[in-house]
């Protein structure tokens, strides 16, 4: 999971100017990301830590970490097999919503998976978080399908992709 460039970014909400850092996933990380995963999202949406674990060690993993004032505000989870990617998870603290962090780490995750040979990146989300479809569609991604009784709680769940620009060499 190497070969992530430390960033700094500033956002710039309208009432808070919030400064984080990204890098990549240290196996310290483990416990706070399982605990943000679950601050996140609902039982039955949200992954056990035996399912956390397993997507970190898939061999085509990467997870980016967004760090505010040292404390770990959200991260995001891809995996990739050859030329197809898969956003697993996409998390960040009810706190840190709408500053930025989450567009950046998408950014940065989409970046990841680009310089890796990624054409085509593909994510699943409850049908009933219109929130995170708006993100998702205000990032470029459009629904490929509805998978019913996706999550284990029984929610459905738009299957959502996007045809990522090839990376450039520098």
Same mark, same amino acid.
């Given at each position: !999971?190497?070969? %992530?460039?430390?960033?700094? =970014?500033?956002?710039?909400?309208?009432r *808070?100017?919030?400064?984080?850092?990204? #890098?990549p996933?240290?196996?310290?990380?483990?416990?706070?990301?399982?605990?943000i995963?679950? &601050?996140? %999202?609902? #039982?039955?949406?949200?992954?056990s $830590?035996? !399912?956390?674990?397993w %997507?970190?060690?898939?061999?085509? &993993?990467?997870? =980016?970490v967004?760090?505010?004032? +040292?404390e770990?505000?959200?991260?995001? @989870?891809?995996? #990739? $097999?050859?030329?197809?990617?898969h956003?697993?998870?996409?998390?960040?603290?009810?706190?840190?919503? $709408?500053? +930025?962090? +989450?567009?950046?780490?998408?950014?940065a995750?989409?970046r +990841?998976? &680009?310089?890796?040979?990624?054409s085509?990146?593909? @994510?699943?989300?409850?049908?009933?978080? &219109?929130?995170a479809?708006? %993100?998702?569609?205000?990032?470029?991604?459009?629904?490929?399908? *509805?998978?019913?009784g996706y999550?284990?709680?029984?929610?459905?769940?738009y299957? !959502?992709?996007?045809?990522?620009?090839?990376? $450039?060499?520098?």
């Amino acid at each position: !999971m190497g070969g %992530f460039l430390y960033s700094v =970014i500033r956002a710039e909400p309208s009432r *808070v100017s919030v400064e984080f850092s990204l #890098r990549p996933y240290r196996d310290e990380d483990f416990q706070r990301l399982y605990e943000i995963d679950q &601050a996140c %999202f609902p #039982r039955g949406v949200a992954y056990s $830590r035996r !399912m956390l674990r397993w %997507f970190l060690a898939e061999p085509g &993993a990467e997870c =980016i970490v967004a760090e505010s004032a +040292g404390e770990i505000a959200g991260f995001v @989870l891809t995996d #990739r $097999r050859k030329s197809e990617g898969h956003i697993v998870t996409l998390d960040v603290l009810e706190a840190y919503r $709408r500053q +930025g962090l +989450g567009s950046a780490l998408l950014e940065a995750a989409e970046r +990841g998976l &680009a310089a890796r040979g990624v054409s085509k990146v593909y @994510l699943e989300t409850a049908t009933t978080n &219109a929130a995170a479809v708006a %993100f998702w569609q205000k990032h470029g991604y459009r629904t490929a399908d *509805v998978l019913p009784g996706y999550y284990s709680n029984g929610d459905d769940a738009y299957e !959502m992709s996007k045809t990522l620009t090839p990376a $450039r060499e520098s």
